[in-house]
């Protein structure tokens, strides 16, 4: 980072020296030859700040200029910088200069974030109490006005680590699993508990995302993990149906709507609400090997190919990943 030094007068110098004759050189105590005596070029202007270096251009901070007096005794105050000030939680900038934006701030919900602030991970206090219970999740603050957080995110691997992921026990239907992040995959069920409002959105294997299911709900019977008062707002009727409007179920629990088995066992024990039995699975394929490889998310084929999603020509095709975000 530049540094900028006092008395950098540049050229020009001894000239304005000369026209001023030896009464300037005296009055200004023998000062350097160069300026005629003077610390400083009368009117020259240098870039200046007087906060910490590595805070210059972070966030709302910026250099100032500071002009030498009439007299070249000197540089006058920094005018027209910005300094780091604390950081505030009601704004979309980053008033410390740190390179983080509402760092150390918690909200009630992603719709309380200050507006223009990018899709990310914030901190979330559903209770407002502080402390133990404050989580990271990743808000979404665009789509549709934005406030959306994320319930869960399976992403399609060659390493073949999706299928275990989602092989939550029904003790922990509303713990957290994995770091909050559109990247990797996570799971917070807690969310469930505060979530009025849900849309699930599929990224295929190009890169194209599609919303294929909204819905709206009263609630969670935190036993039976089935939605209070379902109601379909938008999207494709089988997800609908298969992911949303129906049971939840693991390899210990069996609570789909199937007559002869337990999906999630038939899915090689992938945890997910099912109904006869899925739409679209987080971690297992419809395809025999269930497996696949271990990559991951899949979706009905028929579905992808109706919300324009690209398929692999089998009946349950391979996603990059399945998001289901939840507002109140």
């Known amino acids: 980072m530049r540094r900028f030094e006092d008395g950098d007068a540049g050229g020009g110098g001894s000239a304005s020296a000369s026209s001023a004759g030896g009464s300037a050189s005296s009055a200004s105590g023998g000062g350097s030859a160069s300026s005629g005596g003077r610390a400083c070029e009368p009117g020259h202007q240098e870039a200046c700040y007087d906060g910490p270096p590595a805070a210059v251009n972070l966030g709302i901070c910026r250099t100032g200029v500071k002009t030498c007096d009439d007299e070249g005794n000197g540089y006058g105050p920094c005018a027209g910088q910005i300094l780091p000030a604390a950081e505030r939680c009601d704004t979309a900038e980053d008033e410390d200069c740190d390179g983080a934006v509402n760092q150390g701030c918690a909200y009630a919900r992603c719709a309380d974030l200050p507006r223009g602030l990018p899709r990310g991970v914030y901190t979330l206090d559903l209770d407002g109490a502080g402390g133990d219970p404050e989580f990271p999740v990743v808000c979404d603050l665009e789509t549709d006005g934005g406030g959306w957080a994320l319930v869960y995110n399976s992403v399609g691997s060659a390493e073949g680590t999706t299928l ?37 959105e599929i990224a295929d294997i190009e890169g194209t995302v599609a919303e294929v299911m909204r819905a709206t709900a009263k609630g969670i019977d935190t036993t039976t993990m089935k939605f209070l008062g379902p109601m379909q707002r938008s999207g494709d009727a089988d997800v609908y149906f298969s992911q949303f409007l129906s049971g939840w179920s693991s390899r210990d629990h069996d609570g789909d709507t199937a007559p002869d088995n337990n999906c999630a066992e038939a899915s090689l024990n992938v945890t997910q609400h099912y109904a006869q039995c899925w739409a679209y699975n987080l971690g297992a394929d419809g395809d025999a090997p269930l497996d696949d490889g271990g990559w991951g998310p899949h979706l009905d084929t028929h579905i992808a190919e109706w919300v324009g999603l690209a398929n692999d020509q089998t009946r349950y095709t391979r996603v990059r990943r399945i998001s289901r975000w939840t507002r109140w």
């Open 164 to 200: 275990s992921f989602w092989d939550i026990p029904y003790a922990e239907r509303l713990g957290t699993k994995g770091g909050p992040s559109l990247e990797r995959n996570f799971y917070r069920g807690s969310l469930y508990l505060v979530g009025r409002e849900y849309r699930d």
